[in-house]
């Protein structure tokens, strides 16, 4: 285990190294959490909060037009825009959301630290709240913009500054997840079976998998026949190309353990390197690490208004990364095109 200052020293010499490198890329470079990192500089731009999230969160439209990004091991989900309804729901599992034109769900039994960060860049210096959960994984992130009101952000500061700076936050460890059995006997995968196939929301399909305890991408293995189709990684940016060349407007949902959060739109711009696809539409900009996909599934769940197909990425872990379909009126059955570019691409499997 590293102490703490031969960490500061070796961190100071990854961002000499490479000034633009993301603080999740750093801790996974240096086999840290994120908030081990962003604590070395506790006391110097990194300010300790607590108190009520969720009081904190109600109170986000005082900030005005922010960047919310939400992220995964591999995925990062970046939205600009306002959290504008004030509105939490109380659901199941103390489940919390949040709705507006920041698209967010919020988890909130597993926030548990949180922090406001200044950060000094060469051209600019950025301010935001970071809140992270018991193992120092970060949930979600929210930056100010130049159209943000920074009065805002400097009195959730002071009404939620925590009066001791200088504890450190007491991190569990974060065990390898087992992977879970996908035993399952003939009459139970039919009775599985012949649910999904009854299904009348696509958000009762993870009170299905919780009945039956089976994993998602377990489940997608046993699905009803040409309900879920495995496809090449590769034809991942062919599909989300063909949305964009044909202005479909898109809804992507990234997650993890506190958040999950959403964009709907066209996709206007999407490019690849040696480790990255970047997907950007209006306001929204979308980085995806192309090594941590495993598998690649085309997904089909009964709704009201007819089959919604869905595109969902796996890590190595069997955790989903990423889903996306095409975005559906209310009450409406999902767009022609949406079907015609995934049958397209699914066929070729």
Request: aromatic share 8%.
């Amino acid at each position: 285990m590293l102490t703490l200052t031969s960490l500061q020293e070796r961190y100071k010499e990854l961002k000499l190294a490479k000034p633009s490198l993301r603080l999740r890329e750093a801790s996974r470079m240096l086999n840290v959490t994120e908030l081990e990192l962003l604590e070395l500089n506790l006391g110097s731009g990194v300010v300790r909060l607590s108190g009520s999230w969720e009081e904190m969160l109600i109170q986000l439209s005082t900030l005005d037009i922010i960047k919310a990004v939400t992220s995964n091991k591999y995925v990062t989900n970046e939205k600009i825009g306002r959290y504008d309804s004030n509105v939490f729901y109380q659901g199941q599992e103390t489940r919390d959301l949040c709705e507006g034109s920041i698209d967010v769900r919020f988890f909130l039994k597993n926030w548990v630290h949180a922090y406001a960060v200044r950060t000094v860049r060469p051209k600019e210096v950025l301010h935001s709240l970071q809140f992270f959960d018991a193992y120092g994984v970060a949930i979600h992130k929210i930056y100010l913009t130049p159209k943000s009101n920074p009065l805002g952000f400097q009195k959730l500061l002071e009404k939620y500054r925590a009066k001791n700076q200088k504890k450190r936050a007491k991190l569990k460890q974060l065990r390898k997840k087992s992977k879970a059995s996908s035993n399952i006997t003939v009459e139970r995968r039919r009775k599985f079976q012949m649910e999904w196939l009854q299904l009348k929301d696509i958000q009762d399909f993870s009170s299905l998998l919780t009945k039956y305890k089976i994993a998602r991408v377990d489940a997608l293995q046993m699905a009803p026949k040409a309900y879920a189709t495995k496809i090449p990684n590769a034809a991942i940016l062919s599909i989300l190309r063909a949305t964009g060349a044909r202005e479909i407007p898109m809804k992507i949902m990234v997650g993890n353990l506190g958040c999950l959060q959403i964009h709907t739109g066209p996709l206007k711009m999407i490019e690849e390197t040696e480790q990255w696809f970047k997907i950007r539409g209006a306001g929204f900009n979308l980085l995806l690490n192309r090594h941590g996909v495993a598998d690649s599934w085309v997904v089909k769940k009964p709704a009201r208004y007819g089959l919604v197909t869905s595109l969902e990425l796996f890590d190595p872990n069997g955790d989903m990364l990423l889903s996306c379909h095409g975005k559906r009126e209310v009450q409406t059955a999902e767009r022609k095109e949406w079907r015609e570019i995934i049958k397209q691409f699914s066929s070729t499997n």
